[in-house]
Structures are given as structure tokens and as C-alpha cells.
């Protein structure tokens, strides 16, 4: 029988191998064997981290923006095929979050992962896509109300527009919580630019929200200054 750590192995592999086949086939491997490993250790283990390595291929020159892409089609087909297998948790206090990749930036795979990780919370999930026009957020946060607004950057220009929704929404409500994630980001940033919370993965996001939700109402209540 394969271990844990072969089937996370053949999923980096398949990704970082742009093998969309053998991702799917993975994938299912995964599902045939639940006694070793969780869907969700597959998604954030194998698909995600397999993503990771070809960050760092791309960063060395070793890949180009096709490979990337193929790279990134074979992870969303093992996602497919592993995501209906994790349950969604409707016993949770619902909350909700308005989500985006900020203007000028069309990386969306690292927000997509987060995106699944509220959705399988029982969040409602308002998800604005990629490319977001900095106003948009405002909108939506304000038209729905959401609990948080999570903002997702890749590049160090385009986080810069973080900083700029995070005052218009604060200005228009400031009981809204801001989550900030990505890899240029880091805590000291985002609390630089007056966010109320940071996750550096998918895997700690929503533990941060909630954790963002709790401070406030025990704020509320004058628990915490
Ligand atoms: C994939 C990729 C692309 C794909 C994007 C496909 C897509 N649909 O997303 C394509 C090929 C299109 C692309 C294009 C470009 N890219 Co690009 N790309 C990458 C790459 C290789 C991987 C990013 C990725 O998907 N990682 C895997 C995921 C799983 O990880 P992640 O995104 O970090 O997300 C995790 C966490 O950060 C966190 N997280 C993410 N968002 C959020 C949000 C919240 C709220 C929270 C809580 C957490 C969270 O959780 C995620 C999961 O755990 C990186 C290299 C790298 N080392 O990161 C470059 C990189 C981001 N790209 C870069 C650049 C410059 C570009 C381009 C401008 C041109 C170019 N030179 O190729 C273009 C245009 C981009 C644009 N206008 O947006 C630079 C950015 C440099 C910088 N610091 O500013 C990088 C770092 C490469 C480099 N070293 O030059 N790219």
C-alpha cells in the first residue's frame, strides 16, 4: 500500500510535470486510500505545494509563463477531482467574505486555494475574481454587508492598492475586517498598511478570520481595548 508520503509525492510531481493525467490519476489515488491521507492533505500537501516548487522553477528561469500555465491546468484537474471529496462544514457559525486578487493582478491560484478553504468553513463567498478594480471592493463589501473583505496580491506594485481599498473601506465602515494574503505580503505589512489580519497560507486563513471576528465582538463587549 503507498504511503502519505508517496501519494503527495505523485501529486507534486504530476504538477510540477505539467502531466494533467497523472495529476487526475493522483488525485484519485488519493481517494482510493483513505485510510493514509484526507483530500484536503492531497489539495494542500500535494497540489499546492507541488505549486510552490514550480514558483521556485519559474523564479530560476527553469520554467517560463507557458510551463507555469500547464502547470497550473494540471493542478486545477486533480482539484476537481478532490475537491467534492472534502466536506463542507455547515455546523459553523456562518460568516462571510468578500475576496479578490487586487487590481493589475492576474494571479489568482494562491486565492482560489483560499477561496475553497472558506467555502468548505460553510463562509458565504463573495468572489470578485482576479483584476479587481480597487472601487469594486468597496462595493461589494458594502453591498454585502460581509463579515471580512480578503485581499489577495502576487506583486509587489499591485499590493500597493491593498493599502488604498483598506482606507476607502475603513473610511465607509469601520467595523469591516481586512485580511491580507500573498506571497509578497508578511504581518508586519499588512499591519503596516492597517489591515486587521494576515495568513501567510490557504491552510491558517480561516482560522485568522475567525480569529479576526472574535477580537472584534470581544471588542464590542469591551473584553479588549
Ligand atoms: C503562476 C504564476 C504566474 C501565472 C499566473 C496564473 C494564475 N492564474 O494565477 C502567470 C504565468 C499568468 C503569471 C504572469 C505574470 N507574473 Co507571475 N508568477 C507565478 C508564480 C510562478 C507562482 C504563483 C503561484 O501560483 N503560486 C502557488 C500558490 C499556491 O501560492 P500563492 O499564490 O503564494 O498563494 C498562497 C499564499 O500566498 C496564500 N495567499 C495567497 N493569496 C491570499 C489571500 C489571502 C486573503 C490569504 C489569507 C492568503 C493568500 O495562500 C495561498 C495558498 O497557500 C510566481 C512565482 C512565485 N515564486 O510565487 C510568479 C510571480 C508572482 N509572477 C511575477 C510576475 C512579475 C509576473 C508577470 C508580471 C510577468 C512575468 N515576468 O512573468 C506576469 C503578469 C502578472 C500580472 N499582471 O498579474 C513575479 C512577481 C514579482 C514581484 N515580487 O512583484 C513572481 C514572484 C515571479 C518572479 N520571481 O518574478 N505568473
Known amino acids: 500500500m503507498a504511503t502519505k508520503e508517496e501519494l503527495l509525492e505523485e501529486l507534486i510531481e504530476a504538477v510540477v510535470e505539467y502531466e494533467e493525467e497523472d495529476c487526475v490519476e493522483a488525485a484519485q489515488k488519493v481517494l482510493d486510500n483513505p485510510d493514509v491521507i484526507t483530500p484536503m492533505e492531497g489539495v494542500l500537501d500535494g497540489l499546492a505545494a507541488g505549486m510552490e516548487k514550480v514558483g521556485v522553477l519559474f523564479d530560476t528561469h527553469e520554467y517560463f509563463v507557458p510551463e507555469v500555465l500547464m502547470c497550473a491546468d494540471a493542478l486545477y484537474a486533480g482539484l476537481d477531482i478532490l475537491r467534492p471529496h472534502i466536506e463542507k462544514d455547515d455546523?459553523?457559525?456562518?460568516?462571510?467574505?468578500?475576496?479578490?486578487?487586487?487590481?493589475?493582478?492576474?494571479?489568482?491560484?494562491?486565492?482560489?486555494?483560499?477561496?475553497?478553504?472558506?467555502?468548505?468553513?460553510?463562509?458565504d463567498v463573495y468572489d470578485l475574481g482576479r483584476d479587481v478594480p480597487l472601487e469594486d471592493f468597496v462595493e461589494k463589501q458594502l453591498d454585502t454587508g460581509s463579515d471580512v473583505l480578503a485581499m489577495s496580491a502576487m506583486m509587489t506594485t499591485t499590493m500597493l492598492g491593498m493599502k488604498k481599498v483598506i482606507a476607502m473601506v475603513k473610511e465607509k465602515n469601520p467595523d469591516c475586517l481586512i485580511m491580507l494574503g500573498g506571497a509578497p505580503l508578511t504581518r508586519d505589512v499588512a499591519n503596516l498598511f492597517g489591515a486587521d489580519g494576515y495568513a501567510e497560507s490557504a491552510g491558517n486563513a480561516v482560522s485568522e478570520g475567525i480569529k479576526m471576528i472574535g477580537n472584534l465582538r470581544k471588542y464590542e463587549k469591551g473584553e479588549i481595548a
Open 91 to 123: 455546523s459553523a457559525s456562518k460568516a462571510s467574505v468578500v475576496l479578490g486578487s487586487v487590481q493589475g493582478d492576474v494571479h489568482d491560484i494562491g486565492k482560489n486555494l483560499v477561496k475553497m478553504m472558506f467555502d468548505i468553513a460553510g463562509w
